[in-house]
């Protein structure tokens, strides 16, 4: 249901949760995940390297297992989260955008933005968002559900799958930065994002190994979150959309400042 003028949700519905995939465990938790499964804790880390670290999503190819033990996993850990509805291009091929549809039904995008010096992915961490901001197509749509961790990092590995096939104009490649600049408010599904941002930056076969650098996490100010970021030892870049500078102003761009000024917001950044 559209939200009233200046309505803020900050409560995501549980409906259209996905399945538990790999993606959404540490390395501890995927040890353990396999070893449910009646296998040794070693083959977590097998999957988890080419998953990971060579990029493969076919378990045909991962020759170094025994056909049960990737069939098992595959049924338990790897449930299809994303699947494309429709692939936009334009730049000649160097910019790719996806709308993906998720477990339950909703929509999210990412795009692939290729420049001669980086790739960056935008990615969605909300179908929706609850930040109501009355200028934004996705604000006004409200919000549907929270992506999971899997949702946000798998975004990113379809992106990375396609550079390292040579999908994408101007060859082969690699990910270089993320931004969560696309649906959502990261800071609204604070926990998921969190993980993500561990998932892309640890290297394999934990995660991705991306430089936290070059990872950008936007907020519209929730305060609260900014700080707790902060304490999380994890050296990504914040950007706060401001739109306007005064809190009157503000105030009416973006309703989250009835909740936290520009002064506070601009402290905790
Ligand atoms: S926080 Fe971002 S995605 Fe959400 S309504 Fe505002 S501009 Fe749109």
């Known amino acids: 249901m559209p939200p009233l003028p200046g309505e803020l949700v900050f409560k995501a519905p549980k409906k259209g949760k996905p399945p538990i995939h790999l993606l959404d465990l540490d390395p501890a938790g995927r040890r353990a995940a396999v070893v449910d499964l009646g296998l040794p804790a070693f083959r977590a880390d097998q999957v988890s390297r080419q998953w990971l670290g060579r990029l493969s999503d076919d378990p045909a190819e991962w020759t170094d297992m025994p056909a049960p033990a990737r069939d098992a996993i595959e049924a338990a850990l790897l449930p299809t989260l994303l699947t494309p509805v429709?692939?936009?291009?334009?730049?000649r091929g160097t910019t790719v955008k996806t709308v993906w549809r998720l477990h339950g039904g909703a929509l999210v995008e990412s795009v692939l933005m290729r420049y001669p010096e980086r790739v960056t992915m935008c990615i969605s961490s909300q179908a929706g968002c609850g930040m109501n901001c009355p200028f934004c197509a996705t604000g006004q749509a409200g919000l549907t559900r929270n992506l999971s961790t899997a949702e946000i990092v798998e975004q990113v590995l379809a992106g990375a799958r396609s550079l390292a096939r040579g999908e994408v104009a101007g060859g082969q490649g690699r990910i270089s930065n993320v931004v969560f600049m696309g649906m959502g408010e990261p800071l609204a599904n604070y926990r998921a994002v969190v993980g993500a941002v561990r998932r892309l930056t640890?290297?394999?076969?934990?995660?991705?190994?991306?430089?936290?650098?070059g990872i950008t996490v936007s907020t519209v100010g929730l305060v609260p979150r900014i700080l707790d970021l902060a304490g999380e030892g994890l050296p990504v870049t914040l950007a706060v959309s401001l739109h306007a500078p005064d809190d009157a102003l503000r105030d009416t761009l973006v309703p989250v400042n009835t909740r936290w000024k520009v002064s506070e917001v601009l402290d905790a950044a």
């Open 86 to 91: 429709r692939t936009i291009d334009c730049d």
């Open 202 to 213: 640890e290297p394999a076969p934990a995660g991705l190994g991306i430089g936290a650098r």
